[in-house]
């Protein structure tokens, strides 16, 4: 890629020297898990403050600890990162510290005032929750009249000159209205805006009917790469999460900054994404369970956990034989890895068979067949848990005829 | 010194139907049977006579003042 071009990337797309020098470009940071909003599709449970999170002293050193490992972009989380009290000071220190600051809000609260003074901190960006039209988006996230105090609130961030970006769930309830939101985000300001696939983690878990069948991947790639295209002649630019995928014929129209070449290579957490947790937990992905957690920066220098932490290095792991159901003989398994490792481990117990997927979709119903998830068991109810799911392998429903249940 | 991440195993896009195919399919697209080194040639020549196209409008348009 040449220089001119990769100026114009956004700081958090990661480079191949990125990767080889497993730099953190893009870390995504839970300051507080205390929220405003009552999201039904959380996977943090967000609603009250962490026990112990981190003190005003350990954040501000927890700051220059992420600068030393080079991360150019710190994206500030919830719950509702606006409800700590000293979240413009880590805005500030995150500044002064030469990195990117985003906030990603849900934006209930999000008033002129706090944007001014955001702004005024050295804010890059925001990122705001909008979730489908009106009572859709209200009933997702649990507060009515939410959709249009979102909306105001990607009005004013846009007022004060910062960049406005979206952030969308794509499940059951939002993807008829996905058209429809995007001219009201294109109307608003926005120009970003990054979709992802509702992940059955945490509340998400406990609302199976909100949760998209893998057969639907057949009718949201072509709908988002249609999105993708109008988007960019609209001045919207539309970013696919790591769980939105993989290959078919949409990957380079969906996936395209700037060269049609690129594609989904993996799930990189660990690898150049950093998830941290409010009481100071590490993780190599921000939407990852317990059972991913490299350490805690109040035992370890983040540097130690970052670099030496086994459970952190599970990407550079994985091997082929790793994988397993379809993914396991698939065409693409050595670059996909079984896709984003968070989705397939929410839905299916561990990581490497991953049901939520376009090319695997487009097999299936080449041999006139769908699959179809079934809860199988509930979730415990903690912060970033998750139930399981069985697969059913069907005919498509032109033929009907007896489900087989099978593990993966 | 941190051990690298996990390098990416290069694909390459089949001009002809859209879909990545891995690099070691050096003759047809898996997918559609394209001849993948002539679409990538005939992408090519397609790209360099646009740039040719937009680079004598921006001419023309100079030219014009």
């Known amino acids: 890629m040449d220089a001119q071009r990769a100026d114009a990337l956004p700081v958090r797309y990661a480079g191949l020297d990125d990767i080889v020098n497993r730099v953190p470009v893009s870390v995504v940071w839970e300051i507080t898990l205390a929220c405003d909003l009552a999201c039904s599709h959380c996977g943090s449970r967000a609603g009250t403050r962490r026990r112990d999170e981190l003190s005003t002293a350990e954040a501000l050193d927890l700051v220059d600890q992420i600068a030393e490992l080079g991360a150019r972009d710190v994206g500030l989380i919830g719950g509702e990162a606006y409800l700590r009290k000293d979240w413009l000071e880590i805005v500030a220190a995150i500044r002064a510290a030469g990195m990117r600051c985003d906030l990603q809000t849900g934006g209930r609260n999000l008033s002129e005032e706090r944007v001014a003074s955001a702004a005024a901190a050295g804010l890059c960006g925001v990122g705001i929750s909008i979730d489908g039209i009106g009572a859709t988006h209200d009933k997702l996230r649990g507060v009515s009249g939410s959709y249009e105090l979102a909306l105001a609130a990607l009005r004013r961030v846009r007022a004060h000159g910062l960049s406005s970006a979206v952030n969308s769930q794509i499940n059951a309830y939002t993807l008829p209205q996905l058209r429809e939101l995007m001219d009201v985000i294109i109307e608003a300001g926005a120009t970003n805006w990054q979709l992802a696939i509702t992940t059955a983690m945490g509340n998400a878990a406990d609302h199976p009917d909100m949760l998209l069948q893998p057969w639907q991947m057949l009718e949201v790639m072509p709908l988002l790469a249609s999105l993708a295209v109008e988007g960019r002649e609209r001045g919207l630019f539309l970013q696919p999460a790591s769980n939105v995928g993989y290959y078919g014929p949409y990957e380079s129209v969906i996936r395209n900054v700037l060269d049609p070449e690129i594609y989904f290579h993996g799930c990189n957490a660990g690898d150049t994404v950093m998830g941290i947790e409010a009481d100071g937990t590490i993780k190599s992905c921000p939407g990852l369970g317990s059972a991913y957690a490299g350490g805690n920066v109040r035992e370890t220098r983040l540097r130690e956990i970052w670099e030496k932490s086994e459970v952190m290095a599970f990407n550079r792991r994985r091997t082929v034989d790793d994988l397993w159901g379809f993914c396991r003989t698939c065409y693409y398994a050595e670059t996909c890895m079984g896709g984003c490792t968070w989705t397939s481990h929410a839905l299916m117990g561990r990581a490497g068979n991953n049901p939520m997927c376009h090319h695997r979709a487009l097999e299936m119903d080449r041999q006139g067949l769908r699959e179809r998830l079934v809860k199988v068991k509930d979730a415990p109810g903690r912060s970033f848990d998750h139930g399981e799911f069985e697969i059913v392998v069907e005919p498509v429903p032109a033929r009907p005829a007896e489900g087989i249940v099978v593990n993966g | ?65």
């Open chain 2, 1 to 65: 010194m941190a051990e690298s991440g996990r390098i990416p195993v290069p694909l390459r896009l089949c001009r002809g139907c859209r879909h990545f195919v891995c690099v070691d399919d050096r003759e047809d697209c898996v997918f559609c049977g394209t001849d993948l080194d002539a679409a990538d040639a005939e992408h090519e020549a397609n790209v360099m006579e646009m740039r040719r196209a937009a680079q004598a409008l921006r001419d023309a348009l100079a030219a014009r003042g």
